[in-house]
């Protein structure tokens, strides 16, 4: 879902930093989910 949205934003905007910013955050969310599992 977040990586068609910032593809969508991209295709309007023509913005590749919005893109790569939705990217790293989609990493991070990943990275909080993954170490949260670990201390469950």
Do not use: H, P, R
Not at 16 to 34: D, T, V
């Amino acid at each position: 879902m977040m990586t068609d949205m910032a593809w969508n934003v991209f295709k309007k905007t023509g913005d590749i930093n919005m893109y790569l910013e939705f990217k790293q955050i989609k990493k991070l969310e990943k990275s909080i989910k993954g170490s949260s599992n670990e201390t469950n």
